[in-house]
């Protein structure tokens, strides 16, 4: 759920890439008393959320971590191996 009680204002000085209503991924509420039925209701159009998902993140297992800190690794090691074969080359 997003609380966009200044969205209007947002839009007016800044604006985003695309429409706000199109890419946020939840119902969005611009009052405080609209936050709390829908929270009361539970209505939080977690509908869009697999839309967003697909759209915003290529991976979705679980493993972003992993695949990072293999990645790091990775790096760090390949770099290690270069110092050292030109220090002793």
């Given amino acids: 759920m997003f609380y966009?009680?200044?969205l209007e204002d947002?839009?007016?000085?800044?604006d985003f890439y695309e429409p706000y209503e199109a890419f946020v991924p939840g119902k969005i509420v611009e009052t405080f008393d609209d936050l709390?039925?829908?929270?009361k209701e539970e209505d939080f159009e977690q509908e869009k959320v697999p839309k967003f998902?697909?759209?915003h993140f290529k991976y979705q297992d679980g493993k972003s971590s992993e695949r990072l800190v293999d990645h790091l690794f990775s790096e760090q090691a390949e770099?290690?191996?270069?110092?050292v074969g030109e220090i002793y080359g």
């Fill in 4 to 6: 966009a009680f200044d």
């Fill in 53 to 55: 998902l697909d759209k």
């Fill in 36 to 39: 709390i039925i829908a929270l």
């Fill in 10 to 14: 947002y839009i007016t000085s800044r």
């Fill in 79 to 83: 770099e290690k191996n270069k110092d």
